[in-house]
């Protein structure tokens, strides 16, 4: 099992940036792709961005993708969701997750692929 851990959250001003860090214990070579998602009080948890095990293949949720980057460092075992021009409604609880065998995929609709799981990093943007 990897355990991952999420870090960056904050508030933050409408037209603001954070860059949010996902830190695994361990990644089996290049064969795990990264989730992020996030959930909002009342609302399910909704995919964000993703990045497939070989760093080749990114998909971001529809209408966020200019505002979005999905990256990795793989000697640090580390990655990254950067943000930018936050919104009030990108308020939420941002979680990362971890989907085996994912070389060359990635999808932010099969939340199932997904079988590891951090605890979260709060994002509220309000003036």
């Known amino acids: 099992q990897v355990q991952l851990v999420e870090s960056g959250g904050g508030l933050v001003q409408p037209g603001g940036s954070l860059r949010l860090s996902c830190a695994a214990s361990?990644?089996?070579?290049?064969?795990?792709?990264i989730g992020w998602f996030r959930q909002a009080p009342g609302r399910e948890r909704e995919g964000v961005a993703c990045?497939?095990?070989?760093?080749?293949?990114?998909s971001y949720k529809r209408g966020m993708g200019g505002r979005l980057a999905i990256f990795r460092d793989n000697t640090k075992n580390i990655v990254f969701l950067r943000m930018e021009n936050l919104e009030p409604e990108d308020t939420g609880l941002y979680y990362c997750?971890?989907?085996?065998?994912?070389?060359?995929?990635?999808?932010?609709?099969?939340?199932?692929?997904?079988?590891?799981w951090g605890p979260g990093t709060q994002v509220t943007v309000s003036a």
């Open positions: 990045l497939s095990g070989n760093g080749l293949l990114t």
């Open positions: 997750a971890r989907a085996q065998d994912a070389y060359d995929d990635c999808s932010i609709l099969r939340q199932s692929q997904y079988t590891d």
């Open positions: 361990k990644f089996t070579s290049n064969a795990d792709g």
